[in-house]
Every structure is written in structure tokens, then in C-alpha cells.
């Protein structure tokens, strides 16, 4: 047992340098969520980002969205089409349904009866009943308006039990066996349907965007966010008349390929590739960009307020308690991540990746001339110290250092920063 439960440690423990692809706040709260695509973990922290629970379970499904109605209901689906809902703030979970589709993408409840669930395979998952004794019911699009190799539901929006509309995109990839880059030039559908999800009307199919997230603020007005799949530029759209006409709206032309949007009021927030974070504070009109401090895909973002929200992405949480003035990269431990990343001219440095196996790179700003970096155990013992002159980057090996948490510092300033080696 002892070795079963060290397992699951170490498992969800390497998972804080893969991909969080799931974000979620519990509305008019500080309690936060977050899960991982590619080894199934489940992090929960009680005051937005600053310290963090794990509440995974041993599981070989990995997660792909997370939605919280309240600080106790909340639903995952996972890379298999299943639906695990909790009704205790994710202390423990539940199967509601196994097998949607190929898998689930998106996740969305109005309250505690009505949910959808996007799908792969041109598949929508619906429950009337929240999801209870297997009341998800699976709802296949009709082709060929929906074609099942192109439509991928990303985001799903509903404003009442009846009227939604969910949008469509696909990630390119190559085939080595038909050597070529498969669904490039845009696959982006948006729909609508008045009567719950089970009838769908193609309101716009788009050659040249993909689009991952739609937010309906009524019955009229609504935005989608996405990009161009061979630019990697992004896109936000907007519609006056229930979808039925959209127009581009201007963003920050360094913005790109954009995979969530949060609406909070008249604030809003839209992620994307390379650490796009922008920001708006008029309703969608205008926007401009939030530093992220990194440099990575991010694909969910969530706010409970507007003030206070997370985001999860490649290797990275943050969270922000400002409205994204600030953004923060979290420790997914317990305690408080003490480096806020905008670089000082003396403590301002950097390393990755964390976790870290057999190496890690310290990237020190370009102020700093001659650096000593030392490496401390959790006993204070010094147990390794490197000497550098000018340079920008310095790739420590880790052979001959135990695993365990380690803090490192930089020219005898009082901060340091933890780092985890693991086997």
C-alpha cells in the first residue's frame, strides 16, 4: 500500500512540468482547480494559486477540462469521453458516464440540472438531470453539415436550458504515412441550437480560422476566440445577432492563436499560444496584452470575479488576484510561489524545467555579470556551487544529487527558489 500510494506521489509530482489543460473557479470564491492531459492530476487550492491540494485519485485517464458550478459541484471529462462529477469541492469523484465519444474537449453546466459536454467525432454530450445515474445522453451531429473527422467541439455556451451555441476547431497534424499536413486552412464551425442541444443549426463555416471558445453574454450578443492555424496569429469575433453574422474584432497584432475565453461582466480575458494573455475592460470592444511571464501554450482560463483568476497551460498554472495586472506563476505545493517573474537587477533569475531529472538551465538577466549559484537540500546543507562569468544561461547537471526538494541561490541574495529532482 505504502508503495502504491509513493507512486501516485511521484507520478502526480512529475506532472507539475506537463500540461495543465483544465482551469476552474468556483464563482464569488477564492477556490480554484486545475487538471492535467497527459497524467490525470487533480490540484485544488483554497485561495486563488497561493497554495494547492492534491486531490488526484489513481487513474490511467487523463483530464481535459474541469467545470465547478459552486465551490462543491464540479465536473471533469476526460481524454476517453468519460464524466466524473463531485459533489464535495473534488475531495472525492465519481463516474457519471464512460464513452461520450473518442473524447470530451469542453464541459459546461447553467445550473444543477442542465450540462453539456463537447465531443470529438462530432459528438455532443448532454444531461437534464445533472448528470446523475447515467443521465448523459450522447447526441450525434448530423452529417454532412458535421462532418466526423473535422468537427471537434472546443467551446460550448449556453444562456438558458434551451438556446446554445458551441464552436468548432482542429489542431493540424502530419501523417507520416500520407506524408502531409492534415487539416490546415481553418476548420472552424459555429452553430446554435434552440431546444437544449439536440438540434443544431451551422450558422458559419470558416476556411481560414479554427475557433476553441465561444462565450454567449445573451441571446444576441457573443464572442469566439480562436486563430489561423498556418500563421498561428489569433482571432476574436463577435456577433450582434445571435451568430447568425459575425465581424473580426481588433486585437494586439502580437497576440496568438487563442484557445479560452472568460467573461466576468463587462470584463473579459482570452489565452492563447506562446503565453497570449489580453485583456479587455469594455465588454469585448478593445483589448490589449497581459504579461504572462512565459513563453508556452496556455489553454483555459477562469475567473471567479474580477480580480481574481487562474490559467492553465504547457508546464505552467498561473493565477492573478489583480485582474492580470500581475500574473503569477503558482507552486503546485503548499505554500506560495515567492517569485513574482518580472526580473530585479539582482535576484531576477530563472530556471527550468521544474521538476527536473538530470539537468536544469538558470537563465539570469543580462544586468547580472558574474554569477555563483549555490544548491541547497531541505537540511541547508550546501551541496552544490557553480561559478560563472557573463553568460546568460548555465546548464547544471544533476548526476551524483540525490531525489528530493532542493533551493537554490543566486550571488548570497536572500531569496531562494525551490526546485524538485525527481527518478
Partial sequence: MKRLVFLLFLFCTIALAHTFHGAAMAPNTLNGWVVTSDTGCVYYTPDCGLTWINQSFLTSQYFMDVFFLNEQKGWIINNLGFVLHSDN????????????????????????????????????????????????????????????????????????????????????????????????????????STDGGLNWQLLLRDTIYDFFDIKMLDSLNGFAVGGNDRTMSAVVMKTFDGGNTWQNVTIPAQAKYLRSLKFVGNHAWAVGHNGTIIYSSNGGNTWSMQTSNVNTTLYDVDFSDTLHGLVAGDSYVLYTHDGGNTWHIANLGIEEESWIATPSAHSGFSFYPNPAKSFFVVRIPSSIKNQTLKMFDVSGKLVKELESFGVREMRVTLKGISPGIYFLQLNNEPETKKLVITQ
Fill in 89 to 192: 469541492g473534488g475531495n472525492t469523484w465519481t463516474t457519471q458516464v464512460m464513452g461520450l465519444s473518442k473524447w470530451t474537449c469542453r464541459i459546461f453546466f447553467i445550473d444543477d440540472s442542465c450540462g453539456w459536454a463537447g465531443c470529438g467525432l462530432a459528438v455532443l454530450g448532454r444531461t437534464r438531470h445533472g448528470g446523475l445515474n447515467g443521465s448523459w445522453e450522447q447526441i450525434c451531429l448530423p452529417y454532412p453539415q458535421f462532418p466526423q473527422d473535422t468537427v471537434d467541439i472546443w467551446g460550448i455556451s449556453f444562456v438558458d436550458s434551451l438556446r446554445g451555441w458551441f464552436c468548432v476547431g482542429r489542431i493540424p497534424y502530419y501523417d507520416g504515412w500520407l506524408q502531409e499536413t492534415l487539416f490546415t486552412n481553418g476548420q472552424g464551425y459555429i452553430a446554435k
